[in-house]
Every structure is written in structure tokens, then in C-alpha cells.
């Protein structure tokens, strides 16, 4: 073994490619955690599962009673720090959906305040609540992919004047 634990299964001889299994069972049903690497591909992977009765992919949580995730970082600063120290480079975040874009959602508690949307097509919508426990959002800003730009500001301007020549009061 090269560390204190080490799993080994050789699939030569076929089997489940699963390099671990932790069970926690009752009865005829089991929560489970299992992963490992994967032989036909270059990564790795942990998934949640129950198994028996109503079986099925289950939630995976990672430091549910506190703590921060780190990528690319041993000394996570936030919940999640994603950190690519690559001279001259961006730290990515990726946001993939099925013939979608990807939205970012922000809540206060139970009540979404703010959403950063981009759809399918490249345009890109941010939307806010307008207010604390209002549960309905709003787009204030569009940026479509043929350059128009649409800003809803109808509640915040009055008074106001927004140009490029002297202000009208």
C-alpha cells in the first residue's frame, strides 16, 4: 500500500469499476455512498444513492455543518473559492444546461432577491426582486446578442434625467 488506506480492485477479471462503497443500512434499504476512479475515462467521481426501497440518486452535501470548499486551493477563503493560479488566467466557472443557458440564483433566506440568466441564444438577463420578501423577479437589464441593450429604470430614475446634453429636472 503507498498510504495508510489503500483500495485496490483489479477489473481485469470484470466487476463493478466502484473503487469504494460506505452503507449506512436499515432494514431492506441503505444509504449510500460510492465512487472511485473511472477505468475508461480520465476523472473521478462520488455519488450519493439509496439503495432498496425507493431507490434512487440521492443529495451529496459537502461540510453541511459548516466550513469552505476549495478548488484549485487548500485554504478556501469563502464557502466556495475557486482558485486557478495559472499566471494570467481566470478562474472558470462553468454553467451547462440541456439546450438552456445558465442561471445564478441569490436568495436572503427563503426569498430570491437577485438572477444572472444567459440563455441559449447568448442574450443575458439580470433580474431583481425590487425589495426584501417580494418573491417575484424582475428583468432590469438586458443585453441581447445582436448589441441592444434594455434598462428597466423606470422606478429608480424618477426625478431624474439620463442623457449625454444638460439635465432636464
Keep these: 500500500p503507498q498510504a495508510a488506506l489503500t483500495v485496490a480492485h ?3 477479471n470484470g466487476g463493478d469499476a466502484t473503487g469504494f462503497r460506505l452503507n449506512a443500512a436499515s432494514g431492506t434499504t441503505s444509504n449510500t455512498l460510492f465512487g472511485g476512479p473511472v477505468s ?6 462520488f455519488q450519493s444513492y439509496k439503495e432498496g426501497t425507493s431507490a434512487g440518486v440521492r443529495y451529496l452535501s459537502l461540510n453541511p455543518i459548516g466550513g469552505n470548499v476549495g478548488i ?3 485554504s478556501p477563503l469563502d464557502k466556495l473559492h475557486i482558485n486557478n493560479d495559472t499566471s494570467n488566467s481566470y478562474a472558470t466557472l462553468r454553467l451547462e444546461g440541456a439546450n438552456r443557458g445558465g442561471i445564478i440564483n441569490f436568495y436572503n433566506s427563503a426569498y430570491p432577491t437577485n438572477q444572472i440568466l444567459g440563455d441559449q441564444s447568448g442574450n443575458m438577463y439580470i433580474a431583481t426582486s425590487g425589495a426584501f420578501g417580494s418573491t417575484t423577479l424582475s428583468t432590469k437589464f438586458a ?3 445582436d448589441g441592444t441593450v434594455t434598462i428597466n ?3 429608480w430614475l424618477k426625478g431624474n434625467s439620463v442623457g449625454t446634453g444638460s439635465p432636464v429636472g
Design 10 to 12: 483489479d477489473l481485469s
Design 40 to 45: 475508461s475515462g480520465d476523472y473521478a467521481f
Design 153 to 155: 429604470i423606470n422606478t
Design 72 to 74: 484549485g486551493t487548500d
Design 143 to 145: 443585453l441581447a446578442t
